[in-house]
């Protein structure tokens, strides 16, 4: 008998799919709230912001300390810390979705 060869088409699977999806209900005061915290990110996804905010993220630290109180040696230490972190993935997602400043200072992730 002959083997038939199947054409792939289409996206390859994904390893570990996000196939959990929940729903949110606002009030216009709170819509306008969630907004304005979304446009400050500068993330380009609200989904991406909410699960960021949901499981906190990685650069919070640099954003309480503000932008004018982080000099070359916190970055560096950032860095090395960074470095040693074993889910990549997360930091980057993480990097993706933090504030243009911090994006900048951190620039080789």
């Not at 390893?15 to 606002?26: I, L």
């Not at 979304?38 to 990685?58: H, L």
């Not at 993935?89 to 900048?104: C, G, N, S």
Request: hydrophobic residues 40%; glycine residues 2%.
């Amino acid at each position: 008998m002959k083997e038939e060869k199947k054409s792939r088409q289409g996206r390859n699977p994904k390893k570990d799919p996000a196939v959990f999806r929940y729903t949110v209900r606002f009030t216009a005061e709170e819509h306008a709230r969630f907004l304005t915290m979304y446009e400050q990110a500068g993330v380009y996804a609200k989904a991406v912001f909410i699960k960021a905010r949901v499981f906190d993220q990685v650069f919070k630290v640099m954003k309480e300390m503000g932008e004018e109180n982080i000099n070359d040696d916190v970055v560096l230490k950032l860095k090395k810390i960074l470095a040693k972190e074993t889910n990549q993935e997360l930091i980057r997602q993480d990097f993706l979705i933090a504030p243009q400043w911090i994006r900048k200072k951190i620039n080789v992730i």
